[in-house]
Each structure stands twice: as C-alpha cells, then as structure tokens.
C-alpha cells in the first residue's frame, strides 16, 4: 500500500463561498487562519481579534464554519475519487488517498501525484502533501509540509523522525484509524 495524504490548511478559509482579500477566519475571538494579504500585515493564527483588526482595519472577518469545511473536503474527496477507489477524509483538513493500486494505471506515483496538485490548484486549495506506505506517516509528514515521496518503510521511518515531538495540530482522530470515514 502506499498512501498520498493531502493536508488543506487553508481549508477553513478557502471554503469560504465569497470572500475578499484581506481575510481571516476567526473562532472564539481568535484568529484561526488568514489570508496571504493578512499575514503580511502580521495577522497570525492564535492573534487576538482586535489585534488582527489593529494590524490589518481593513481586515474581512468570518466566523469558522466546520460544517461548511467538512462540506469542502468532502467535495473534495468525491472529486479524488477519479484517481483512486480508496479514499478517507481525516477531519478537519486531510484526505488521504490510497494510490498504490492505481500506479500502473496512472504511469507511477509522480503522476499521480502532479495531477492532483494540478486539479487542487485549480479548485483554488492550497495542499501540503507526502506520500507513505502507512496512512499515518503520510498524514503527519504532509501536515508538516514534507512535499516528498517516502514509499519505503525505512524512509518514511527516517523522515518521521526528523519530524518535532509535538505535532502542531494534529487531529485526535488522525491517531485513531478505526474512526476514518472511507468515501469510496
């Protein structure tokens, strides 16, 4: 088996129907996510709102809607499923696409890989991505932005490694793979 995981973190953002720039998205007063306009501004994930407001006035503010991104990754999964039968969604931002049936058919994992990128890029998703025999390792390694191929056990043990101790939101049920919600 070999797993391509898909990570969407502007995903609470990027599901927004309508939106202008700059933007962020906030829950419980705190800035969760902004765009590329407000982080140059100095807008972070974790900021007070009124600090946001205070760097950036011009700020459009929407509150985080979970349903609305679940609705996305989903959206999102049923158009993966044209590269491989096999997909799971991992909320609240990850795919993962099991793509080691699907090589031959594809002309190997770099192509695979290239046209899904292509095909996130034009439904206008910013994706962090790796791929990894076990579901697991490629979720944490595309979370931390990997952008690799480990299609061998030792590599992907050797690129884990490497990974901090405390991965930065990693999802509750991203250590459970019993809760996995298979889409195909």
């Given at each position: 088996?070999?797993?391509?995981?898909?990570h969407?973190?502007?995903?609470?953002l990027?599901?927004?129907?309508?939106?202008?720039?700059?933007?962020?998205?906030?829950?419980?007063?705190?800035?969760?996510?902004?765009?590329?306009?407000?982080?140059?501004?100095?807008?972070?994930?974790?900021?007070?709102?009124?600090?946001?407001?205070?760097?950036?006035?011009?700020?459009?503010?929407?509150?985080?809607?979970?349903?609305?991104?679940?609705?996305?990754?989903?959206s999102?999964?049923?158009?993966?499923?044209?590269?491989?039968?096999?997909?799971?969604?991992?909320?609240?931002?990850?795919?993962?696409?099991?793509?080691g049936?699907?090589?031959?058919?594809?002309?190997?994992?770099?192509?695979?890989?290239?046209?899904?990128?292509?095909?996130?890029?034009?439904?206008?998703y910013?994706?962090?991505?790796?791929?990894?025999?076990?579901?697991?390792?490629?979720?944490?390694?595309?979370?931390?932005?990997?952008?690799?191929?480990?299609a061998?056990?030792?590599?992907m043990?050797?690129?884990?490694?490497?990974?901090?101790?405390?991965?930065?939101?990693?999802?509750p049920?991203?250590?459970?793979?019993?809760?996995?919600?298979?889409?195909?």
């Amino acid at each position: 088996m070999l797993w391509l995981a898909l990570h969407f973190p502007l995903l609470p953002l990027e599901a927004l129907p309508l939106r202008q720039s700059p933007s962020a998205v906030v829950a419980r007063g705190r800035v969760q996510v902004g765009d590329a306009e407000a982080v140059a501004a100095g807008v972070c994930a974790g900021q007070k709102l009124s600090t946001a407001l205070g760097l950036q006035p011009g700020l459009s503010v929407f509150e985080r809607c979970a349903a609305r991104e679940q609705q996305a990754l989903e959206s999102l999964a049923c158009w993966a499923g044209r590269f491989t039968p096999t997909i799971s969604l991992v909320s609240p931002d990850t795919l993962l696409l099991e793509i080691g049936g699907c090589l031959r058919l594809f002309g190997g994992a770099e192509s695979i890989i290239t046209a899904v990128l292509a095909g996130c890029t034009e439904q206008s998703y910013s994706t962090r991505w790796s791929v990894a025999p076990t579901p697991l390792g490629a979720g944490w390694l595309a979370r931390m932005g990997s952008s690799e191929i480990h299609a061998e056990q030792a590599a992907m043990q050797t690129a884990l490694a490497a990974l901090p101790c405390a991965i930065p939101e990693v999802s509750p049920q991203i250590s459970n793979l019993d809760q996995l919600v298979k889409i195909k």
